[in-house]
């Protein structure tokens, strides 16, 4: 299967409703207020969001800019798009496109300001798509890129062998799960300069619906019983085990977000 085809496959229609609602709940909204406070963007700009997902990121983006800015936003995924627009549907300065980030419809030096958050672990071929996000922004412009490294993720339960055959099915939902430990000399690499990183933890004592891990149990579930080698049972049991930590009082989830801010050089 290419890598497009399975992320095609992860965001359809309740991929994207299950996103959606992952991204609402109060430790995301939290995360992504932190994110935009190291973004330079401001009133005028013309600002590109990358793999725009819900949209979330492009309504702030919008907001940002304001009536006298710009910001186009790509996706691959028609439901994710067609959520985005709808989220935006009041914001005029926006236009959407379906679109492959390896291959942009934008002219060259097209942009000041870009933001791609957890996108680029999805793609196989990531120096081609930096290259190619190199291409359109203006020199002097800002990047800002955010992924994960799931090794970085701890999560309590009673079987740790089980967890680590969780996780390492996980690993295959994307092509590049530990993606930050090399994003500094990838970017570097395709053109960009004055690399910095920045962590932001996620942390959740509890497991409701309405935090972060409580919401990716499904997904991960979900994603992992539909493998071949590992099966819905070894999901369930999964869930009620790292579910069951709860009753003791020992759930226990966290796990760090990479942030990445870089520019185009001027010359
Ligand atoms: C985990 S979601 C993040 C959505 C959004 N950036 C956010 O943080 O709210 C990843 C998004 O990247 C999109 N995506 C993955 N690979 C892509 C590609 N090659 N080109 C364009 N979009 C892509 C997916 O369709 C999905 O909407």
Known sequence: ???????????????????????LTP?????????????????????LDIGCGTG??????????????????????????AMAARRCSAHRQVTFHQADILQMPFAEA???VALATQVYEYVADIDDALRELARVMKPGAQVLLVDTDWESCVWACRDEVRMRRMMQGWSQHIPHPQLPRTMRQRLQRAGFADVQAHTIPLMNMACSSDTFSGGMMGFIASFV??????????????????RSMEDAGGYFFSISRYVFVAHKPLA
């Open 27 to 47: 430790d995301v909204v939290q995360q992504r207020e932190q994110i935009f406070q190291l973004l330079d963007v401001k009133p005028g700009m013309h600002a």
């Open 225 to 242: 019983g539909g493998l071949p080698d590992f099966g819905p049972q070894l999901a369930a049991d999964w869930q009620a085990d790292v």
């Open 56 to 81: 979330l990121t492009t309504l702030a983006l919008a907001e940002s800019v304001a009536n006298a800015g710009r910001v186009d936003a790509i996706d691959i995924a028609p439901p994710m798009l």
């Open 1 to 23: 299967m290419k890598d497009t085809d399975s992320t095609l496959a992860q965001f359809d229609q309740a991929g994207a409703e299950r996103l959606e609602k992952i991204y």
């Open 110 to 112: 097209t942009f000041d």
